[in-house]
């Protein structure tokens, strides 16, 4: 089954409104998780990587301000599309993967954000 | 700076044929490699990944890969090819994060596979 529970699969939301996405993992400790955003028949881009209980690190050209990342507890982080308008419009998919060692990188299915 | 490279952007075989997917890296040191398999509107499943060790990677649903470091190239194959295959396939190097890990994971553009009854 899933490892990496991520909600909601889909979202609809007026331009100007904030949109949370969570990204659970399931039955293990995920100390680091990974935002990644894919446009229509495109590849995945990292937007940011987020350490449990640290700020998280943006890639160049991702506003922070804009895509707020918080990952306060083990098997949670939340990606906040603050507000959003039409081009936020796109994908996003969410990993994590615990400290162990050799630990697997689970991928959640994704969040279809559409801004209107 | 590390870079993923699908040649090929649109694949189309027979069902029962075999399947090629090419995948070039450039990486500074001894990369992570995956293989990534996603379905419309769906997540990521992994197929194989090499991280060391036999260059040749056996993964799920009858894939292999061969890790060849002199041409920086990670090549995913399947002898014969199944309708349920179609999908989008995606090569990534992972940037090591120690203690085995991977960090973040650098994605190619993607191989879409169409396969014809």
């Known amino acids: 089954g899933a490892v990496v529970s991520q909600h909601p699969s889909r979202v609809i939301c007026k331009s100007g409104t904030s949109v949370k996405i969570e990204c659970r993992s399931l039955?293990?400790?995920?100390?680091?998780m990974f935002w990644y955003r894919q446009f229509p028949k495109q590849s995945l881009m990292l937007m940011a990587t987020?350490?449990?209980?640290?700020?998280?690190?943006?890639e160049q050209g991702v506003e922070k301000d804009k895509f707020l990342i918080n990952h306060a507890s083990l098997t949670l982080s939340t990606l906040t599309v603050t507000s959003a308008h039409p081009e936020d419009s796109s994908f996003y998919i969410c990993?994590?993967?615990?400290?162990?060692?050799?630990?697997?990188?689970?991928f959640g299915n994704g969040t279809r954000l559409t801004v209107t | 700076a590390q870079s993923v490279t699908q040649p090929d952007i649109h694949i189309t075989v027979s069902e029962g044929a075999s399947l090629e997917l090419r995948c070039n890296y450039s990486?500074?040191?001894?990369?992570?490699l995956f293989w990534y398999v996603q379905s419309p509107g769906q997540g990521l499943q992994l197929l194989l990944k090499?991280?060391?060790?036999?260059?040749l990677v056996q993964g799920i649903k009858g894939f292999e890969a061969e890790f060849k470091r002199s041409q920086s190239s990670f090549n995913l194959r399947k002898p014969s090819v199944h309708w349920s295959d179609a999908a989008e396939y995606f090569c990534?190097?992972?940037?090591?994060?120690?203690?085995?890990?991977?960090?973040?994971?650098?994605f190619g553009q993607g191989t879409t596979l169409q396969v014809k009854p």
């Open positions: 090499y991280f060391s060790g036999d260059t």
């Open positions: 039955d293990f400790q995920a100390t680091t």
């Open positions: 987020s350490n449990e209980g640290s700020k998280a690190t943006y």
């Open positions: 990534a190097v992972g940037v090591p994060a120690g203690s085995g890990n991977t960090g973040k994971l650098i």
């Open positions: 990993s994590a993967r615990s400290q162990l060692y050799n630990s697997p990188l689970h």
């Open positions: 990486y500074g040191a001894t990369p992570y």
